[in-house]
């Protein structure tokens, strides 16, 4: 397991991350929704900090999120020399780009898990790692007071209703693996 956050230039992407989306989900009634997902990829949000995230999308995004805080990212040469591509964050910020409302995005376990030694690959958060993932999930529910909850995936949704067991939890199709069209129709029911 990786602690992305103990950089810190990851943290201050964060923090710009989450004190935009404090600012902007407050102004929009109706639109304060979370998504959860599993844990940050190697290619994505291990390097920039900010879940369903890449260097990629942050530098060429035309998402007015990203139009706003990039000047102030905080991203080393080797990532931005990389410019490192995640298809999951790709395909969430094609279909954001003209919306009004932005999702609070969140990984139930936010550390990046990885097989022993092997930095660049992903694995599956354990039971431990969970348990950990709750209380920040928690946290982050009474500092945002999300209106929707939504899991991206079957392990998003699992996670998110134990961290929430009395809010209804929805469902939205992970986007990888041919799930494009599922995860477009499942963000059409929950985004404005």
């Known amino acids: 397991m990786t602690n992305p956050y103990l950089d810190d230039g990851v943290v201050n992407n964060l923090r710009l991350y989450l ?9 929009h009634p109706g639109g304060r929704v979370l998504l959860v997902g599993e844990a940050p990829s190697y290619k994505g949000c291990r390097i920039t900090g900010i879940p369903f995230s890449s260097v990629k999308v942050l530098m060429r995004a035309e998402h007015p999120l990203f139009r706003t805080i990039k000047s102030k990212l905080t991203l080393s ?17 094609q279909y954001l780009v003209d919306k009004k409302t932005v999702p609070l995005f969140w990984n139930y376990f936010p550390f990046h898990p990885h097989p022993e030694g092997k930095e660049n690959k992903n694995r599956t958060p354990n039971s431990k790692e969970i348990t950990q993932g709750i209380t920040y999930l928690q946290q982050l529910y009474d ?3 999300p209106e929707i909850v939504a899991g991206v995936g079957v392990k998003g949704v699992e996670c ?8 209804s939890i929805k469902y939205i199709r992970h986007p990888s693996y041919g799930g494009k069209s599922e995860f477009i129709e499942g963000m059409n029911s929950i985004i404005q």
Not at 19 to 27: I, P, T
Not at 77 to 93: F, G, P, Q, R
Not at 161 to 167: D, G, L, N
């Open 19 to 27: 004190e935009y989306m404090l600012e902007h989900m407050s102004a």
């Open 77 to 93: 040469s080797d990532a931005l020399k990389e410019m490192t591509s995640e298809n999951t964050a790709s395909i969430v910020w």
């Open 143 to 145: 500092i945002f007071q």
């Open 160 to 167: 998110a209703r134990k961290a929430y067991p009395v809010s």
